[in-house]
């Protein structure tokens, strides 16, 4: 089956970088999409960036745009999100999803397959 694999979660001051990585295994798979989510303590999953693997064409949530930019190497079989400027409302376990069901690449509800998440804490 297949597996989503986070890492590059940590602890980083306000202002600060960090980079995610998601990578799939498992065997030979195809997504449509893919896409990175946040839950913040007390709050539901809520979608911040997502990939059409296809066309590379990118969706972003409004509190992340222009703060953090999604990729992909398909390759590596490997996405990314590049956050920039955090802040403390940034902090959250942070999912990969693959696995599209309709069009609403920002909706936790649309999608098959998760990892298992990683935290980022800013402060």
């Known amino acids: 089956h297949v597996q989503l694999v986070e890492s590059g979660g940590g602890s980083v001051q306000v202002g600060g970088t960090l980079r995610l990585s998601c990578t799939a295994s498992?065997?030979?798979?195809?997504?449509?999409?893919l896409a990175w989510f946040r839950q913040r303590p007390g709050k539901s999953r809520e979608g911040i960036a997502a990939?059409?693997?296809?066309?590379?064409?990118?969706y972003y949530a409004g509190s992340v745009k222009l703060r953090f930019a999604i990729s992909l190497d398909s390759a590596k079989r490997t996405v990314y999100l590049d956050m920039n400027s955090l802040s403390p409302e940034d902090t959250a376990v942070h999912y990969c999803?693959?696995?599209?069901?309709?069009?609403?690449?920002?909706?936790?509800?649309?999608?098959?397959?998760w990892g298992q998440g990683t935290q980022v804490t800013v402060s």
């Open positions: 990939i059409d693997t296809q066309s590379g064409s990118t």
């Open positions: 498992g065997y030979t798979y195809s997504t449509n999409a």
């Open positions: 999803a693959a696995d599209l069901r309709s069009w609403y690449p920002l909706t936790a509800a649309e999608y098959n397959i």
